[in-house]
């Protein structure tokens, strides 16, 4: 249970950053500063809004999200650990592993001297983190909002023996219509294509959607730009501690399917996540720590 009096006493910054409560009894924390607007959610630490003073919103989120505790919110930035997809051996556990279905504590809220907005975040280490993850890890995620979002995810291995770390910052961003954007950067990388029989191939020029579209790419530097059109701005991608790049978009029935996505929603989005998945899943051996980082800006053409 969250006690939003409680909390807004703790980390309240009067106007600019206060709680709110939304369905299914999860609380968010709204930010509104003179650089931007922002909602992060208390389960899966997970953005839930972004935009810019005087932009269009940077990040997705479904008009048919579910807010119900336990279950991830579709849209955002949600934060798949410790594995990626489905788990290696047991069909029972999350895709995308647990981190985006619990709520994580808020350890720090503050306004940095440049006006930017902190929070930090740390994945509580109790019996339900324990059931589906025996390696003690210290987990903490970092959220600075400001012209830019900056996500950090910072993974330290407190165990006696080292693990398989699957993650990725699986972030959902707004776009015009996803028939017309293109994504520059992945050009000449590996992928795997997800979509129908697995399949390994090589990206020719820049991504572009005529169809559903899951590809994990490999080896991927770091940076990727979203070109949308319909707007004169481009949409940075800069990531690091991550060697793999998703991108998704469901497509008509896909999105159907999954019964989140309003309707056309498919339209809107397209998930470029910053990874290590697959060939690039991190074995952490024993006092190392492995941070994933991105982060997101609109820049002029
Ligand atoms: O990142 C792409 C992907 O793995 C897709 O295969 C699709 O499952 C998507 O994630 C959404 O997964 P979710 O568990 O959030 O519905």
């Not at 929070?119 to 059931?131: G, I, K, V």
């Not at 987990?139 to 023996?161: F, M």
């Not at 991108?247 to 008509?252: C, D, F, K, Q, T």
């Not at 339209?267 to 074995?283: G, I, K, Q």
Request: hydrophobic share 40%; glycine share 8%; with cysteine.
């Amino acid at each position: 249970m969250n006690d939003l009096e409680q909390l807004t006493r703790r980390f309240g910054i009067p106007g600019v950053l206060r709680f709110e409560q939304l369905p299914g009894n999860l609380a968010v924390i709204r930010v509104e500063s003179a650089l931007a607007t922002a909602s992060v959610m208390l389960q899966g630490a997970q953005v839930i809004g972004y935009q810019p003073r005087g932009e269009r919103p940077l990040i997705w989120l479904s008009s048919r999200s579910r807010y119900v505790a336990g279950k991830s919110v579709r849209g955002g930035v949600p934060i798949c650990w410790p594995w990626f997809g489905p788990h290696a051996t047991d069909p029972a556990l999350p895709a995308h592993g647990f981190a985006r279905m619990v709520e994580w504590h808020l350890r720090q809220a503050l306004t940095l001297p440049d006006d930017r907005v902190r929070l930090e975040f740390d994945l509580p280490q109790d019996a339900a983190m324990r059931a589906q993850w025996r390696y003690p890890s210290s987990v903490r995620v970092t959220i600075t909002i400001g012209r830019e979002l900056e996500v950090s995810l910072a993974t330290k291995n407190v165990g006696s023996e080292g693990f398989p770390l699957g993650q990725a910052l699986h972030t959902y961003f707004q776009v015009s219509d996803v028939r017309c954007i293109s994504i520059r950067g992945l050009d000449g990388c590996a992928y795997l294509d997800k979509v129908g029989i697995s399949a390994r191939r090589r990206q020719q020029g820049p991504v572009t959607f005529t169809q559903e579209t899951d590809r994990i790419y490999l080896d991927t530097g770091g940076a990727c730009e979203i070109l949308d059109p319909s707007t004169d701005r481009s949409l940075l991608i800069t990531a690091t501690g991550s060697r793999s790049t998703v991108v998704w978009n469901p497509w008509i029935e896909k999105a159907e399917k999954m019964g989140d996505f309003e309707v056309d929603g498919y339209l809107r989005m397209v998930c470029v996540e910053s990874a290590n998945a697959a060939d690039d899943t991190v074995n952490l051996a024993p006092g190392q720590e492995h941070v994933l980082a991105a982060q997101y800006r609109l820049v002029g053409r």
